[in-house]
Nanobody, 123 residues
Framework: VQLQASGGGLVQAGGSLRLSCATSGFNFDDYAIAWFRRAPGKEREGVSCISNMDGRIYYADSVEGRFTISSDNAKNTVYLQMNSLKPGDTAVYYC?????????????????WGQGTQVTVSS
């Protein structure tokens, strides 16, 4: 199982970025894919999650209305479109795959992780 996160970078507040999570080695349609982030000095938090089994989607309150998660089953890739970025969104973003979708993504449910991509939002 492999997950490759990409698309991070430096952007000014109010700007946009699109993160990609390319996956391989498992049946994409049977998994939930989540994005987590870890900001400096903070614990890793679940940002968004999509169930490839039934299309359910979760967003953290902090990103609701600004971030959009989507899944391309033909490419086995999940995207996170991030708009109206704020300095508080600065973090390393990780994608992860797991067999369950819960109301709030929990790290133990995700057994496979990508390497992380840095997102820095300047004020």
């Amino acid at each position: 199982v492999q997950l490759q996160a990409s698309g991070g970078g430096l952007v000014q507040a109010g700007g946009s970025l699109r993160l990609s999570c390319a996956t391989s080695g498992f049946n994409f349609d049977d998994y939930a894919i989540a994005w987590f982030r870890r900001a400096p000095g903070k614990e890793r938090e679940g940002v968004s999650c999509i169930s490839n089994m039934d299309g359910r989607i979760y967003y953290a309150d902090s990103v609701e209305g600004r971030f959009t998660i989507s899944s391309d089953n033909a490419k086995n890739t999940v995207y996170l479109q991030m708009n109206s970025l704020k300095p508080g969104d600065t973090a390393v973003y990780y994608c992860a795959a797991g067999p369950y979708f819960r109301a709030v993504p929990d790290e133990p449910d995700f057994g496979s992780w990508g390497q992380g991509t840095q997102v820095t939002v300047s004020s």
